[in-house]
């Protein structure tokens, strides 16, 4: 849910850039919602290793309480006041996401021997739903309630579902009194060309992912697109995310991982670059459909495939989250520097062929890695 809360961040840069921080520009702004995105990726190798560790509820409790303190507090942030914004939506949620993110995600590595895929897609779907929910309810209150209490609204509900979760979820076993976490060998882990090369790929495709995220709808916005129907595109795109999720980790479960994964790595640079083509109303919805169903895909297949080059269940937590860790600095960046592409004078083809370059050529890397491991695994399917 929290991760979810993340993916409106649309609707901020379109309010902060036209309304709430107008005083700074674009790219200044997206700084927010990079650092944000960046975090639970940055933390990854933390949470991660103690994940690994047996700390999966002191970790959960740290992170949930942290994330719903920060939100509460950027209610309270006044018009103009960069910093205030920064420090609680960028620093404050970004940090307490970022211990979240890893083990929440790995925990399903505990409960499942088979169809791990599929299960971390349904998994993910279900954080669509906030998603959907977030971008509507924001965009329909900041303007008739304000928003402080636009989101303080959206705290409580983040609040209480934190809850629950943390209420529901649990581990099945302790490393701690097993010892199997001493057999992890962090080291290891970049003397493996299949993993790292993975990496690489992570890297560069974290550059251009979010573009759409960030800045979709002040697109729309500014090519005179129905505002509501602008409103309305980030909830379309992680909407149809869900299906994504679901689809394409079905599919590695069956096909294997890397097999589909490419294909929806080069699909949804395809989207991405198709947003220069976006004049109508018809054309945004296509498109946030189209780049919703296959970034969903994306990224659940990522994290199914990073499980994948584990060598055992002990050193998920830790692969996955060294991998995301060393991705978070493409993501840092990405947004600032698709902004400062972007300028004052709203320069769009600009930012969308980087943004769209990047993500095409991460698929390269990625069949890399399935060349090496089907060459290490005797099998097409991988």
């Known amino acids: 849910m929290c991760r979810r809360y993340l993916y409106s961040f649309g ?113 993910l779907s279900g954080s669509s739903t906030g998603a959907l929910v977030f971008p509507i309810m924001l965009n329909h209150l900041i303007p008739t309630i304000g928003f402080g209490s636009a989101v303080r609204a959206s705290a409580y509900i983040v609040l209480g579902l934190l809850v629950i979760g943390n209420l529901l979820v649990r581990s099945t076993y302790d490393t701690i009194r097993t010892g199997n976490n001493d057999q992890v060998s962090i080291k290891g882990f970049f003397a493996d060309p299949p993993y790292m090369c993975a990496v690489f790929g992570g890297f560069l495709a974290s550059i251009g992912l979010y573009f759409p995220v960030i800045y979709l709808q002040l697109y729309a916005i500014q090519h005179n697109i129905d505002p509501v129907l602008a409103f309305y595109s980030l909830a379309i795109v992680n909407g149809v995310g869900a299906i994504g999720r679901v689809a394409g980790n079905y599919f590695a479960d069956n096909y294997g991982g890397y097999n589909v994964f490419i294909p929806v790595t080069l699909a949804t640079s395809a989207t991405i670059f198709a947003i220069i083509g976006i004049q109508t109303s018809g054309a945004l919805i296509v498109i946030s459909v189209l780049y919703g169903l296959f970034s969903g895909a994306w990224l659940s297949l990522a994290m199914a495939t990073l499980a994948s080059l584990s060598r055992s269940p002990q050193e998920v937590g830790a692969r996955t989250g060294i991998a995301l860790a060393l991705s978070s600095f493409g993501i840092l960046g990405s947004s600032p520097i698709q902004g400062a592409l972007l300028s004052s004078h709203f320069t769009w083809n600009k930012p969308i062929i980087f943004a769209g370059t990047l993500m095409g050529a991460s698929a390269f890397t990625f069949i890399v890695t399935r060349t090496m491991l089907v060459k290490e695994r005797g099998t097409q399917k991988v």
Do not use: C
Request: charged share 10%; no cysteine; glycine share 10%.
């Open 11 to 123: 609707v901020f840069q379109d309010y902060y850039t036209r309304i709430f921080l107008s005083n700074s520009s674009p790219s200044r702004i997206s700084w927010i919602g990079s650092l944000q995105l960046t975090m639970p990726y940055f933390l990854g190798a933390v949470s991660g290793k103690l994940f690994d560790a047996g700390y999966f509820h002191t970790v959960e409790i740290l992170g949930s309480t942290l994330f719903t303190f920060s939100l509460f507090m950027l209610s309270l942030a006044k018009p103009e006041k960069y910093y205030q914004v920064f420090l609680s939506q960028g620093i404050g949620m970004g940090l307490g996401l970022g211990f979240l993110f890893v083990p929440t995600l790995s925990i399903l590595v505990h409960h499942f021997k088979h169809r791990k895929a599929l299960a971390t897609g349904i998994a």
